[in-house]
T-cell receptor
Framework: GESVGLHLPTLSVQEGDNSIINCAYS??????FIWYKQESGKGPQFIID?????DKRQGQRVTVLLNKTVKHLSLQIAATQPGDSAVYFCAENRYTGNQFYFGTGTSLTVIP | DTAVSQTPKYLVTQMGNDKSIKCEQNLGHDTMYWYKQDSKKFLKIMFSYNNKELIINETVPNRFSPKSPDKAHLNLHINSLELGDSAVYFC???????????FGPGTRLTVL
């Protein structure tokens, strides 16, 4: 079946370094993508979103890149901080169903 | 002033019992959801309600029955609980279908 997958289940980075979390999606009809951050014991929280008519969107310390040709999404976190340690999910919205499908998540650990 | 709240936070029960999880949102959103997150952090949508009407019902056993008394509430009732029902259940809401979702803190269900 179709799925939203992540290339790396875990990622460890040194504090202050940049982090890149990748996500592959398989449905070319998906037109809206969201990155969520889930801290331990909490629900997912919105970080940044991007629509399929864009290939890059920037927020505060975060950038999302969308490559529709290879159906790939990435989240870049600049100057990673200990508070960034969490599980990160990409979610794709499939227009026909208007619901979000979540990937399996990447666990980011920031080493002080 | 919590945006999306769930009760209880923890639920431990025996196989075969019936239990309910309550969800309330004070954001004025039209759409509410229930997700199940397994031990590997995979988030899967179960139900979606828009203006108190069911719009998505993924492949979920009919032991699970959502109830939406009004737009601000979406409760989840589970009959004849099974071991495999053990998971964290998240409620979420969005302004409308296909918009950014706001998640509750989750309910950890343990079936013994």
């Amino acid at each position: 079946g179709e799925s939203v997958g992540l290339h790396l289940p875990t990622l460890s980075v040194q504090e202050g370094d940049n982090s890149i979390i990748n996500c592959a999606y398989s449905n070319s009809a998906s037109d809206y993508f969201i990155w969520y951050k889930q801290e331990s014991g909490k629900g997912p929280q919105f970080i940044i979103d991007i629509r399929s008519n864009m290939d890059k969107r920037q927020g505060q310390r975060v950038t999302v890149l969308l490559n529709k040709t290879v159906k790939h999404l990435s989240l870049q976190i600049a100057a990673t901080q200990p508070g960034d340690s969490a599980v990160y999910f990409c979610a794709e919205n499939r227009y026909t169903g208007n619901q979000f499908y979540f990937g399996t998540g990447t666990s980011l650990t920031v080493i002080p | 002033d919590t945006a999306v709240s769930q009760t209880p936070k923890y639920l431990v029960t025996q196989m075969g019992n019936d239990k309910s999880i309550k969800c309330e949102q004070n954001l004025g959103h039209d759409t509410m959801y229930w997700y199940k997150q397994d031990s590997k952090k995979f988030l899967k949508i179960m139900f979606s309600y828009n203006n108190k009407e069911l719009i998505i019902n993924e492949t979920v056993p009919n032991r699970f029955s959502p109830k939406s008394p009004d737009k601000a509430h979406l409760n989840l009732h589970i009959n004849s609980l099974e071991l495999g029902d053990s998971a964290v259940y998240f409620c979420a809401s969005s302004q409308n279908v296909g918009n950014e979702q706001f998640f509750g803190p989750g309910t950890r269900l343990t079936v013994l």
